[in-house]
């Protein structure tokens, strides 16, 4: 088994084994209580606590390790959704047309570069 799956399986059992924990101490708190062991009470009570905090951190782990484990998005500029490369978008901006026209291949059309207008080498 690979390592990442092992870990995940490892977690998995342990955040099972915590909330297993957890209805035991809720199970012990209803006995302590319906004898009026107080002490019992307050060990069940903290036992509880103790549980809840585990599986928050648990989980909080496992999200972590989830966020490291997803690659981080690209840089994000106008006409990445077009698959534009950032050369292409910077050319759009220039070439004063928008991303989508600038993929239509209107910036051939108009602007400075558009023929017979200055600025065109034909």
């Known amino acids: 088994m690979p390592l990442d799956e092992f870990l995940v399986a490892s977690a998995q059992q342990r955040y099972a084994d915590l909330e297993a924990q957890k209805v035991q101490y809720q199970a012990d708190l209803a006995s302590a209580r319906a004898v009026g062991d107080t002490q019992g009470v307050a060990d069940a009570i903290e036992g509880i606590a103790n549980s809840e905090a585990r599986l928050v951190a648990l989980a909080t782990m496992h999200e972590r390790y989830v966020q490291s484990q997803t690659p981080a998005p690209g840089p994000q500029y106008p006409g990445v959704e077009l698959g ?14 928008t991303p989508q026209q600038y993929v239509a291949g209107l910036w051939l059309q108009t602007g400075p570069y558009a023929k017979g207008q200055q600025g065109r080498v034909d």
């Not at 534009?84 to 047309?97: C, H, N, Y």
């Open 84 to 97: 534009l490369t950032p050369d292409q978008a910077e050319a759009a901006r220039i070439a004063g047309v």
